[in-house]
Antibody, heavy 116, light 108 residues
Framework: EVQLVESGGGLVQPGGSLRLSCAAS????????MSWVRQSPGKGLEWVAN????????YYVDSVEGRFTISRDNAKNSLYLQMNSLRAEDTAVYYC?????????WGQGTLVTVSS | DIQMTQSPSTLSACVGDRVTITCRAS??????LAWYQQKPGKAPKLLIY???SLESGVPSRFSGSGSGTEFTLTISGLQPDDFATYYC??????????FGQGTKLEIK
């Protein structure tokens, strides 16, 4: 069974940093593109970033380009999202998802709150 | 950037009804469109990919159609479990992944 478990969310002040992690199991992690998708409270879904199997290609939504960095460790079956210069509008539940553009499996999400 | 317009934003229907949700792209995306269902407090669930391909395990009452710029999700014979929010999603390239605004399907 595919499992994706996010961690690392929490309360952070504007301008601060946070690193999210996603532990994957139940499939061959190194064979899949992986993505982060977020959802602000009461709002719709927004794709944030994705990363190729070997990490050689990475793409970001314009609003996080230059502030967020997606990475992966295939030896640890883990996906990461380093978030710097956080803003109030980054407040959201962040989901880890399997796939680069079709998301067939999702984690339960981790809440990031940016507030002073 | 390609823009997505999903309609309606809210839809009221009864159990047993047939409903249709529409998604329009500002330019052709061939058939690179998916549909998701999301229930409150839960992660989204993939229903349809490549505009009309049913994800494994999804009931056959869900169907997708369209290509180019106009797409539809149809649910035939609504079940109580189907009342949720639905999102379309384009994926023109790995760097162009965008969700529609969502359609909340409510019980009439």
């Amino acid at each position: 069974e595919v499992q994706l478990v996010e961690s690392g969310g929490g309360l952070v002040q504007p301008g601060g940093s946070l690193r999210l992690s996603c532990a994957a199991s139940g499939f061959t992690f190194s064979s899949y593109w992986m993505s982060w998708v977020r959802q602000s409270p009461g709002k719709g879904l927004e794709w944030v970033a994705n990363i190729k199997q070997d990490g050689s290609e990475k793409y970001y939504v314009d609003s996080v380009e230059g502030r967020f960095t997606i990475s992966r460790d295939n030896a640890k079956n883990s996906l990461y999202l380093q978030m710097n210069s956080l803003r109030a509008e980054d407040t959201a539940v962040y989901y880890c998802a399997r796939g680069g553009y079709n998301f067939g499996s999702w984690g339960q999400g981790t809440l990031v709150t940016v507030s002073s | 950037d390609i823009q997505m317009t999903q309609s309606p934003s809210t839809l009221s229907a009864c159990v047993g009804d047939r409903v249709t949700i529409t998604c329009r792209a500002s330019q052709s995306i061939n058939n690179w469109l998916a549909w998701y269902q999301q229930k409150p407090g839960k992660a989204p669930k993939l229903l349809i990919y490549k505009a009309s391909s049913l994800e494994s395990g999804v009931p056959s009452r869900f169907s997708g159609s369209g290509s180019g710029t106009e797409f539809t999700l149809t649910i035939s014979g609504l079940q109580p479990d189907d009342f949720a929010t639905y999102y379309c999603q384009l994926y023109n390239t790995y760097s162009q992944v965008r969700f529609g605004q969502g359609t909340k399907l409510e019980i009439k």
